[in-house]
């Protein structure tokens, strides 16, 4: 097997890493530790329905193991490479149907090297984006949720009540 783009998980136990297959793309293959006798499982596809015929790439696991994120080029991508998520049914152990994350994760362009912070909510990803440096570029995300308030506005200067204002 020649693999690339290896990633593992918090408990050291995990390596997944993408493999360039006989059919000339790249797959998510994994490898675990045997808790008996402490050896490494021989390299295999991960299972469930991430890997397909288009490249399948920079393999990420969240710190609770329950979500995988990894590039792809498949036709659901907005641009080259896009970084896809996918949740694991712990019933059975196989891997679900994979979702675009959309933009702002994902451009016309290529994102590769999706990892989350420990707070689950910002992280960086790796692009190739038009306004970037050159090359690829290292880009911190942070998600951004809507907050419902309520209030007043008033004129700073007059301080009279501003009716039907709008504040976004």
Do not use: C
């Amino acid at each position: 097997l020649v693999g690339s783009h290896f990633f593992i998980n918090d408990a050291e136990n995990m390596i997944l890493f993408a493999v360039q297959t006989e059919e000339d793309n790249l797959d998510i293959y994994q490898s675990a530790v045997d808790p008996v006798d402490n050896s490494w499982s021989t390299p295999h596809p991960i299972l469930g329905d991430v890997n397909s015929e288009y490249n399948d790439d920079n393999p990420y696991l969240s710190h609770d193991g329950k979500f995988l994120y990894f590039s792809s080029d498949r036709p659901e991508s907005i641009g080259g490479y896009d970084v896809f998520k996918v949740a694991i049914d712990e019933s059975t152990g196989l891997w679900g149907k994979p979702i675009n994350m959309g933009f702002p994760i994902n451009t016309i362009d290529d994102e590769v090297n999706f990892q989350l912070n420990e707070d689950n909510i910002s992280g960086f990803l790796s692009s190739d984006r038009l306004h970037g440096q050159g090359g690829y570029d290292i880009y911190y995300f942070h998600e951004q949720g809507k907050v419902l308030a309520s209030g007043s506005v008033y004129n700073n200067e007059t301080k009279e009540l501003l009716k039907g204002a709008r504040v976004d």
